[in-house]
């Protein structure tokens, strides 16, 4: 079975400027998760879509921050524009139950640099 | 929103220590769920917890329910180089929030 795939690994850009990440989950998963890993810390959900419907959004700063699942399979989330702050591992999960249960899979994450 | 809190920030062990490391909730779990992320990776699902006073094994990995649903622990015998990593615990009430982890450092 593959994996949860993200791209890109890595990702520098300076303050202010955009950027994109990508992800496929786990064919059949129609649960879908993003999270902000700050180094040190847990990872902190953005944003939860069920197919192609956001289920939480509640920590998502959305002034600058933005995501969609058009299709209800990959999902790309956005930045623009971009803050020193936003400096983490962005991780992608899917899961098969709409609550998780079971556990997530994650991918390995695009680490971005804000400098 | 509600936060598991997980004791103790950092570990370090000598190699055949056991190691514990604690998830607490000021407020009742539905079902708990346990995670490892190896230095540079990302979490990996270890195991859920549901039931009241669940105890799970995975060869010497040890997890346990609290009976009020409140707390939850993962006790490691025998600690080897290859149990490096942050371990961390996650709610899953309504959305999946992780508490902070504990990081384990093992000397060989």
């Known amino acids: 079975e593959a994996g949860v795939a993200q791209s890109p690994r890595y990702k520098i850009i300076e303050k202010r400027q955009s950027v994109a990440f990508w992800c496929n989950p786990i064919?059949?998963?129609?649960?879908l998760y993003w999270y902000q890993q700050i180094l040190g810390q847990g990872p902190k959900l953005l944003i939860q879509?069920?197919?192609?419907?956001?289920?939480?959004d509640s920590q998502l700063p959305k002034d600058r921050f933005s995501a969609e699942r058009l299709k209800g399979v990959d999902s790309t989330l956005k930045i623009q524009p971009a803050k020193l702050e936003d400096s983490a591992v962005y991780l992608c999960?899917?899961?098969?139950?709409?609550?998780?249960?079971?556990?997530?899979?994650f991918g390995s994450g695009t680490r971005l640099t804000v400098v | 929103g509600q936060q598991v809190m997980q004791i103790p920030q950092y570990q370090h062990v000598q190699e055949g220590e056991d190691f514990t490391t604690y998830c607490n909730s000021s407020?009742?779990?539905?079902?708990i769920q346990w995670y490892k992320q190896r230095p540079g990776g990302h979490p990996v699902f270890l195991i859920q917890?549901?039931?009241?006073?669940e105890v799970k094994k995975q060869k010497r990995l040890t997890f346990q329910f609290g009976e009020a649903k409140k707390n939850s622990s993962l006790h490691i015998t025998a600690t080897q180089t290859t149990d490096v990593g942050t371990y961390f615990c996650?709610?899953?009430?309504?959305?999946?929030?992780f508490g902070a982890g504990t990081r384990l450092t093992v000397k060989p």
């Open positions: 999960a899917s899961s098969l139950s709409s609550r998780g249960l079971g556990g997530y899979t």
């Open positions: 064919s059949g998963h129609a649960t």
């Open positions: 879509f069920q197919n192609n419907g956001v289920v939480d």
């Open positions: 407020t009742t779990l539905s079902n």
């Open positions: 917890l549901v039931k009241s006073g």
């Open positions: 996650a709610d899953n009430n309504n959305d999946m929030r």
